[in-house]
């Protein structure tokens, strides 16, 4: 696959001074997170990732790569402390650092696949059998 750049340069302005090079590097990293088949989206996947990580790199690049949100903070003797990522998932906290990586997180939700049914005869997901009768005979047990 290749990374659509101009589209790319198009939707996130923010990142027009980082080099080309610099996305592509950055994109071919970011493809590791999005799965190469399923939905229509993955370009649309592929470029949040990558401006999520461009952003987390600018964030680091400035000082600002705090690891969570800023629980207290002392000034004489210099002490801060961060709050614990949410107990959720350490993936989604990781996400949540950018406006990116919330909308990656979002739009990967609406594509992502819904529950699977596995083997089994279709008695086990109703409540009667495969020819209209009671499950056991309409009988209770």
Known sequence: MTFPL?????IFPAF?????EVVIAVADWGQCYVSSHGC??????WMLVTAHLLQLRANAEVGNSAPGALA???IDKVSVSFQ???????WAHWL???PYGQQFQALSRACSAGGMYVGGLPER???RNVGGLS?????VR
């Open 6 to 10: 101009t589209q790319f340069r198009a």
């Open 16 to 20: 027009a001074s980082v080099t080309d």
């Open 40 to 45: 229509d989206c993955n370009d649309k996947l």
């Open 72 to 74: 207290s903070a002392t």
């Open 84 to 90: 614990a990522p949410p107990a959720g998932s350490s």
């Open 96 to 98: 949540n650092q950018t």
């Open 125 to 127: 997901a109703a409540f």
């Open 135 to 139: 499950v056991r005979g309409g009988r």
